[in-house]
């Protein structure tokens, strides 16, 4: 089903900043945010694609922020 | 590729995560990939088996939560082929870098495909040798700068999916990580087909390739990606020489050979 749980949480313990989330989002979704973390800056902007999820080699744009 | 399958969760083994790999490597989107695509297909974590060689590439069976086993380099596909034998239920997927396929493991993949046992090779191609320094491989584009090679690769590329094609798998496709929803497509087909199925793709080295290039860190290699690989049918179309600064992407082949545990049980039972 599909529902508006997007963007997803981003888990800054597996992130290594590649930045590939910020540079392909393509409504700019994202930000560099402190640390070179990505940051959700626009999440009205979100379009569900789902293409940071789908990208991200880190697997640090999780699901559900509770799979921990 | 719709949604997210409910069971994506139940395919990683997030103890073992941060993974080894550099910060823009490719190899965790084709991991994430292959994990997707069972996830659509139900095949459950128990139902599958990854099998891995030796390189940056080896290491991702540490990371999934399915059967895994890392053989030595360049045999995976020997090692996947007696599991094939003896678990033919399994859902075999050989996870190899482009070293692995192309070099060491060449004989292994050619035979593989001319057997066309059941099983999924999925090369991860990032045009050197990662884990020992960047050194070229067979798979490495003809003029590159790589640790072995610094006025550039004297030698040709080698085109690992004709070489599969001709020697008789039933799916071969090329697609890169850019092309990530092209990508979960060929992966689903290539799991799906029985006999052996072939998936290469391209993948960015920001630590090596792409820094010895000058292409830069992993989103411009993502960007070069989608810049020089074209559709097979505009890649055919080019002279000679065009060929040579581009990448194909597409389908090569796909086709029903009977694989090689059907004949072989089919060919027992006439015996007896």
Known sequence: ?68 | MQGIPDSYSDYIAWEQLPHLWCAGCGHGIILKGIILALGELDIPPHKALLATGIGCSGRAGDYIACHRFQGTHGRTLAFATGIAAAQPDLTIIAFMGDGDAGAIGGNHLIHAARRNINITAVISNNFNYGMTGGQFSPLTPENSITSTSRSGKSESIMDICSIAAEAGANYVAKTTVYHVRELHKFLKEAISTKGFSLVEVISPCPTYYGRYNKIGNSPEMLNWLKETALPLEKFQSLSHEEKQKFFWRGKLVQRSREDFLNKYKKQQSAMK
């Open chain 1, 1 to 68: 089903m599909e529902n508006k749980q997007y963007p997803f949480y981003i888990d800054p313990k597996l992130c290594k900043k590649c930045g590939l989330c910020i540079a392909f989002c393509p409504t700019k979704v994202y930000i560099t945010g402190e640390d070179d973390l990505p940051k959700i800056e626009h999440p009205e902007k979100c379009i569900s694609c789902k293409m940071c999820f789908y990208r991200c080699p880190d697997f640090a744009i999780r699901l559900k922020p509770e799979v921990a």
